[in-house]
């Protein structure tokens, strides 16, 4: 059988619409967090792969987690991110859920609506920041804005690809509730532009999903870990330049990915902020002067 491994696509985490382990996050978390990217990116790869029959692809999926939960050892992304999460005796769960995403992406082509989608990033994505949270030690009273912040990234995402999914895969996440409210249809995205009702439907996705945003930008604030809150601002400061993209350009036929020297430019400005805000939230009131 051949291990997932060479199933994959060749994308790394330098090709994310967001830092993975970057340089930001402290060395002694960075060989955790790359085990679980490298597990969930090969899942992923798998749900997506061109060649694999739907029947294969959720034996292969399966396989993943019955390793991941001590069940054999040939798939080496699932052995090493066990071995990884037991040295900090950490429960695999996030891992768990995003398999949940990734048999979905096998089973389901096409969403009614957006509580539909919300539902997909459930288990897409929003483990992916609640395990990030975890890494650090925080609090789950966070998980609430990182849901919200990785909901963002995932439909971010959806929106770029829209076409590319549908050509490739016919997976369309764009929910149909909203194609047929601007009287859009699955086949406009096949075309090399968007006909006029698409990209009506897609700006008004994009405007919800930065409403979405808005509700996480509390989180890099409310985390203790200063690396960790470094990391969010970049974070929110890249998903935030995307969807702005998104509410004006055609992902059909325009770029709405950020170049290298947008990507770097928002990887200072976001460390920049939230420095600026961890030093003025830190800093001590002013004495009252005497006799006041």
């Known amino acids: 059988m051949t291990t997932a491994s060479d199933l994959r696509s060749g994308k790394t985490d330098r090709d994310e619409n967001f830092p993975v382990a970057s340089w930001i996050i402290h060395p002694r978390h960075r060989a955790l967090i790359l085990a679980f990217y490298n597990f969930v990116r090969t899942a992923d790869d798998i749900a997506d792969h061109a060649e694999l029959g739907a029947d294969e692809k959720l034996r292969y999926l ?25 040295e900090r005796s950490m429960a695999p769960r996030h891992a768990l859920d995003v398999l949940v995403a990734f048999r979905m992406d096998v089973t389901k082509l096409r969403y009614e609506n957006w509580d539909d989608v919300i539902h997909y990033c459930r ?61 859009a249809t699955v086949e406009m995205l096949g075309e090399a532009k968007s006909q006029p009702a698409l990209l009506q439907c897609l700006h008004a996705l994009a405007v919800r999903t930065e409403t979405l945003l808005n509700e996480s930008k509390s989180l890099s604030a409310e985390v203790k870990d200063f690396r960790l809150g470094l990391d969010i601002s970049v974070i929110q400061a890249f998903a ?43 800093r001590p009131l002013a004495k009252p002067a005497a006799g006041a």
């Open 62 to 86: 399966d396989l993943f987690e019955a390793e991941l939960l001590g069940k054999g050892d040939t798939q080496k992304e699932a052995v090493i991110l066990r071995q990884a999460l037991a």
């Open 240 to 282: 935030d330049q995307i969807v702005r993209m998104l509410k004006v350009r055609d992902p059909l036929s325009e770029r709405v990915h950020l170049s290298k020297l947008e990507l770097l430019g928002h990887t200072f400005g976001g460390v920049a902020s939230e420095m600026i805000r961890r030093a003025v939230g830190r």
């Open 123 to 183: 288990y897409s994505a929003m483990p992916v920041g609640r395990f990030m949270l975890d890494v650090h030690g925080e609090s789950t009273s966070t998980w609430a804005a990182s849901d919200a912040l990785c909901a963002g990234l995932q439909i971010n995402n959806h929106l770029q690809d829209c076409g590319k999914d549908y050509r490739n895969l016919n997976r369309v996440y764009l929910p149909r509730d909203a194609l047929a409210a601007s009287g």
